[in-house]
């Protein structure tokens, strides 16, 4: 009889006793609007890093990185969506989050098959289906905040959704699934992050504190445009290293900036 259990077996343990705690938690604490926004605005963030990820389990097949980070990010897009259903302030708006949990729930069985370019090509397009589902519920929310506070939160989070699809549609075009149209949504949302960081440097509710943020995103941003162009010197996994920690460093950064508006 076996007696013996790997430390594989007991970070899983106290992985989903850790995620329980954090769904409790959740269920229990009542969002402010701006929070409520920002929480949102990560479900559309997951849905593409959840993606990316899923990717990177193909072309890393040695690494366990991707399907942690595939793993971790199910866990926070269950845990948001606990909490958004407990945001009292948007009763009204509980017809478009049940279409993201109807969504959310082929999505994550997708996200938990067997890594196959065909399950991939399917993640590919479920990620793009209920991605626009839970853009549509953050404008909802933005409109229910009425205030420029709302809107600035929706646009800076949806930064950190770029930097995620910008990855995801990298690395699709990478290990040749979905074709030309993968690269030519990258190129969009490359011309779209730069213009945005350009519009938040500008806002009037840019604290000094967010804009040295803003200019450390964009030197990350700046580094990252030079291997999607082919400046860098390098290639392979090296270039998909460099990709991954880039993209990673700009979703760091722009979460802090998005919560730092939301405190506003």
């Known amino acids: 009889m076996r007696i013996g259990y790997s430390l594989a077996y007991f970070r899983t343990l106290l992985g989903v006793f850790s995620f329980w705690m954090l769904m409790n938690t959740s269920a229990s604490a009542e969002l402010s609007i701006g929070e409520a926004v920002n929480r949102a605005g990560e479900q559309r963030m997951l849905s593409q890093r959840i993606a990316q990820s899923y990717l990177l389990t193909i072309i890393q097949p ?14 926070r897009f269950e845990r948001n ?11 009204s708006l509980a017809p478009d989050l049940e279409r993201v949990k109807s ?7 997708l996200a938990l098959s067997e890594a196959t370019d065909v399950n991939a090509e ?3 397009l ?13 404008g909802l929310l933005e409109r229910l905040s009425n205030t420029g506070l709302g ?3 929706n646009i800076s989070g949806r930064q950190r959704m770029l930097s995620q699809r910008i990855a995801k549609n990298y690395f699709a075009y990478f290990h040749k699934l979905g074709g030309e149209e993968r690269i030519r949504a990258l190129y969009e949302d490359l011309a779209e992050y730069k213009n945005v960081i350009g519009y938040l440097k500008q806002s009037k509710l840019t604290t000094p504190d967010i804009l040295a943020k803003l200019h450390r995103v964009e030197g990350q941003f700046s580094y990252a445009s030079k291997g999607f162009d082919g400046l ?4 392979g996994d090296r270039l998909i290293y460099v990709i991954t920690g880039t993209t990673d460093a700009m979703l760091k950064n722009m979460d802090d900036v998005t919560k730092m508006y939301a405190a506003l």
Do not use: C, H
Not at 81 to 91: D, H, I, R, S
Not at 103 to 109: A, G, H, P, Q, S
């Open 62 to 75: 040695q690494s366990p990185k991707g399907r942690d980070r595939v793993m971790r990010g199910i866990e």
């Open 122 to 124: 399917k993640l590919l």
């Open 126 to 138: 479920a990620s793009d289906v209920i991605l626009l589902a839970a853009n549509r519920y953050v």
């Open 151 to 153: 809107e600035v939160v």
């Open 103 to 109: 969504l959310w729930k082929e999505y994550r069985v």
């Open 81 to 91: 969506l606990l909490a958004l259903e407990n945001f009292t302030g948007a009763k």
């Open 232 to 235: 860098m010197q390098i290639s």
